[in-house]
């Protein structure tokens, strides 16, 4: 069967809801036996010109411009409407594809973070060596039925078990009911994220419910505990918490009232001690009260918790969007790099070295909505 003929009457594979258009290409390709590079140029083949950028080998996605995404819906039979709902980078053309009369393909990396898909829920979907790989959203990184953390791997599915971790569980449960709640919840999530990292980079040495949580996580995923430390994972359930306090209009009025009754210093006072009772970290007020006050000024203002305050409580009031902003220095960086030294004794190559070869480093992270202005490093 030639490619052309092949590509008029594909098999009606339907992709998985939030499927990566290139991993949709793979699987259709490999039910044919086919490259899905060949398989790509038999479907744009018209009297038109095809310009294809890149293979599936330099990037995972794939971008169509307009008069592709007809081609592409002629040629497989489901509706244009059906496959932009279904695969979010068709929705959109990518910035880069001229939408004129040749039709444009181009393979490039995705956008957003990507997973596998939960085997369990669309084991029927995958091919050999061709996982299904989908766009995780704000709270889709979890598969709640099956109980697993989703990993990106391009080549195999790969997830993370966790029965023996109830609380990453009940945080996603946490998570999905303020997303439903608020509007704002994905970057109050990511602020919280910010908020929990310069925790982490302070490095408490006697913290043990991070230590516990990395031991049962190093268990689990038969990983030493250096390739599991820079997983967003460790401090899931944290993140979750603070960003549900943030988020809380009851809090925050609170706060407002507490501040300008008793001013910025009470306020704060405050809100470490109710951070400290949902974080179940009894000792957490009284550190980072007594942390704030030793540390030199450049480092308090590059604290996230403190921008967000002062922002919060600031007389003449602040956008929604405004208050959820973080700055560069301060968020919690998707690459760790050289930072990942400050959560172990070990070298930070060896570290990244080790989540990467575990898949533990891939998939979803809280990202903020950055400020880009320079701010004070500590």
Same mark, same amino acid.
């Given at each position: 069967?030639?490619?052309?003929?092949?590509?008029?009457?594909?098999?009606?594979? +339907?992709?998985?809801?939030?499927?990566?258009?290139?991993?949709?290409?793979?699987?259709?390709?490999?039910?044919?036996?086919?490259?899905?590079?060949? *398989?790509?140029?038999?479907?744009?083949?018209?009297?038109?010109?095809?310009?294809?950028?890149?293979? !599936?080998?330099?990037?995972?996605?794939?971008?169509?411009?307009?008069?592709?995404?007809?081609?592409?819906?002629?040629?497989?039979?489901?509706?244009?409407? /059906?496959?932009?709902?279904? @695969? +979010?980078?068709?929705?959109?053309?990518?910035?880069?594809?001229?939408?004129?009369?040749?039709?444009?393909?181009?393979?490039?990396?995705? #956008?957003?973070?990507?997973?596998?898909?939960?085997?369990?829920?669309? #084991? /029927?979907?995958?091919?050999?060596?061709?996982?299904?790989?989908?766009? !995780?959203?704000?709270?889709?990184?979890?598969?709640?039925?099956?109980?697993?953390?989703?990993?990106?791997? !391009?080549? /195999?599915?790969?997830?993370?078990?966790?029965?023996?971790? !109830?609380?990453?569980?009940?945080?996603?449960?946490?998570?999905?009911?303020?997303?439903?709640?608020?509007?704002?919840?994905?970057?109050?999530?990511?602020?919280?994220?910010?908020?929990?990292?310069?925790?982490?980079? =302070?490095?408490?040495?006697?913290?043990?419910?991070?230590?516990?949580?990395?031991?049962?996580?190093? %268990? %689990?995923?038969?990983?030493?505990?250096?390739?599991? %430390?820079?997983?967003?994972? %460790?401090?899931?359930?944290?993140?979750?918490?603070?960003?549900? @306090?943030?988020?809380? $209009?009851?809090?925050?009025?609170?706060?407002?009232?507490?501040?300008?009754?008793?001013?910025?210093?009470?306020?704060?006072?405050?809100?470490?001690?109710?951070?400290? /009772?949902?974080?179940?970290? +009894?000792? *957490?007020?009284?550190?980072?009260?007594?942390?704030?006050?030793?540390?030199?000024?450049?480092?308090?203002?590059?604290?996230?918790?403190?921008?967000? *305050?002062?922002?919060?409580?600031?007389?003449?009031?602040?956008?929604?969007? #405004?208050?959820?902003?973080?700055?560069?220095?301060?968020?919690? $960086?998707?690459?760790?790099?050289?930072?990942?030294?400050?959560?172990?004794?070990?070298?930070?190559?060896?570290?990244?070295?080790?989540?990467?070869?575990?898949?533990?480093?891939?998939?979803?992270?809280?990202?903020?909505?950055? =400020?880009? #202005?320079?701010?004070?490093?500590?």
């Amino acid at each position: 069967m030639s490619v052309q003929a092949s590509a008029s009457t594909l098999v009606r594979i +339907p992709p998985v809801a939030g499927e990566l258009t290139g991993s949709w290409f793979r699987r259709m390709a490999a039910s044919y036996g086919l490259p899905a590079q060949d *398989l790509l140029r038999g479907i744009l083949s018209s009297a038109h010109r095809v310009r294809v950028t890149g293979t !599936p080998d330099t990037g995972l996605e794939l971008f169509l411009n307009a008069p592709a995404r007809t081609a592409l819906a002629r040629s497989t039979g489901f509706p244009l409407s /059906r496959l932009a709902c279904l @695969l +979010p980078a068709l929705a959109a053309p990518h910035g880069r594809l001229v939408d004129d009369e040749d039709l444009r393909a181009a393979w490039y990396r995705p #956008g957003e973070a990507w997973v596998g898909a939960c085997l369990a829920c669309t #084991g /029927r979907a995958w091919r050999p060596g061709r996982p299904v790989l989908v766009y !995780p959203g704000a709270a889709g990184h979890i598969c709640r039925r099956h109980q697993r953390w989703l990993l990106a791997h !391009p080549g /195999r599915p790969a997830s993370i078990p966790l029965e023996a971790l !109830p609380e990453v569980l009940a945080a996603h449960r946490h998570h999905t009911a303020l997303l439903r709640a608020r509007p704002d919840a994905v970057n109050a999530v990511a602020l919280a994220a910010a908020v929990v990292w310069s925790w982490q980079v =302070q490095g408490w040495r006697s913290e043990a419910v991070w230590q516990d949580r990395i031991r049962r996580l190093a %268990v %689990v995923t038969g990983s030493v505990p250096a390739a599991v %430390v820079p997983h967003a994972l %460790v401090s899931y359930p944290e993140t979750i918490a603070v960003a549900r @306090l943030l988020g809380a $209009p009851r809090w925050q009025h609170r706060l407002r009232e507490t501040d300008a009754a008793e001013g910025t210093a009470a306020a704060m006072e405050l809100l470490l001690q109710e951070i400290s /009772r949902q974080a179940d970290r +009894p000792w *957490l007020a009284d550190w980072l009260a007594a942390y704030t006050r030793t540390r030199p000024r450049t480092v308090s203002q590059a604290d996230p918790l403190d921008r967000w *305050l002062h922002r919060l409580t600031a007389a003449d009031g602040i956008e929604s969007n #405004g208050l959820w902003t973080v700055h560069r220095a301060e968020a919690r $960086p998707t690459e760790y790099s050289d930072r990942a030294g400050l959560l172990t004794d070990r070298r930070p190559r060896t570290v990244c070295e080790e989540a990467g070869a575990a898949f533990l480093t891939g998939g979803w992270e809280p990202v903020p909505a950055l =400020q880009l #202005g320079p701010a004070p490093c500590p």
